[in-house]
């Protein structure tokens, strides 16, 4: 079955700090990828995508992705966190080969601790 | 309107209850796609429409789950005889069409609706 894996649930890290949170997706075929971010008390909000070509993305707010078709990942990365990226982040998937809907992942807390 | 409107925005019902979800999507958006969030969970497709049709409701969990949008805009997700299970937060999201991985649609979401069974 088509899943999506985010395999850090609970992220902890001081400002300043790079930030890599890990996305991995379980089916082939060509493949769109997106990470969602919810900040605390409001909605899902889109922070970047991946259609096609470069497979470095860059979205809102410094951060960036990166696909690698090899390793089936999509990983969120940012240099230097700050206090206000606190939220949670969700990666999403959607391939040709499977429903035409975003199958996403459990997601994954982030904390910066001023 | 600006963005994907739900309401209401919190719901408490008792089990076995009748309930309904409203959803506003951004005007001229023809896709609109239901999911459902748990707590801890990344959100779950239920269904998904194009135009007044339901493309793909192989999402919604049983007979108790039925999505409406008879008009192409707006659509409602009616829960039969409510359980304690049921008990999430209700996702509406549209997009100007429908999703694909060789398209260049994104999903817009609301606010959502936070649906409590007790």
């Known amino acids: 079955a088509q899943s999506v894996s985010q395999h850090n649930h609970h992220v902890i890290l001081s400002e300043a700090a790079s930030l890599e949170l890990g996305c991995n997706y379980s089916y082939g075929g060509t493949v769109n990828l997106f990470w969602y971010v919810q900040y605390p008390g409001q909605h899902l909000q889109l922070l970047l995508k991946y259609f096609s070509g470069d497979p470095l993305v860059k979205g809102i707010k410094g951060f960036e992705a990166e696909f690698i078709k090899s390793k089936f990942s999509f990983n969120l990365r940012k240099p230097s966190v700050q206090w206000s990226d606190t939220a949670e982040y969700f990666c999403?998937?959607?391939?040709?080969?499977?429903?035409?809907?975003?199958?996403f992942g459990s997601g994954t807390r982030l904390q910066v601790q001023p | 309107g600006a963005g994907v409107s739900q309401t209401p925005s919190n719901k408490v019902t008792e089990k076995g209850k009748y309930v309904e979800l409203r959803c506003d999507p951004i005007?001229?958006?023809?896709?609109l796609y239901w999911y459902r969030q748990s707590l801890g969970q990344g959100p779950e497709f239920l269904i998904y429409?194009?135009?007044?049709?339901?493309?793909?409701d192989s999402g919604l969990p049983n007979d108790r789950f039925f999505a409406v949008r008879p008009e192409g805009s707006v659509s409602t997700l009616k829960i039969q005889r409510t359980e304690r299970g049921d008990s999430a937060v209700y996702l509406c999201?549209?997009?100007?069409?429908?999703?694909?991985?060789?398209?260049?649609?994104?999903?817009?979401f609301g606010a959502g609706s936070r649906l409590t069974v007790l």
């Open positions: 999201a549209s997009s100007l069409g429908t999703l694909s991985a060789s398209g260049a649609n994104v999903l817009t």
């Open positions: 999403a998937v959607i391939s040709n080969t499977g429903r035409r809907a975003l199958t």
């Open positions: 005007s001229g958006h023809t896709a």
């Open positions: 429409f194009q135009g007044t049709g339901a493309a793909d």
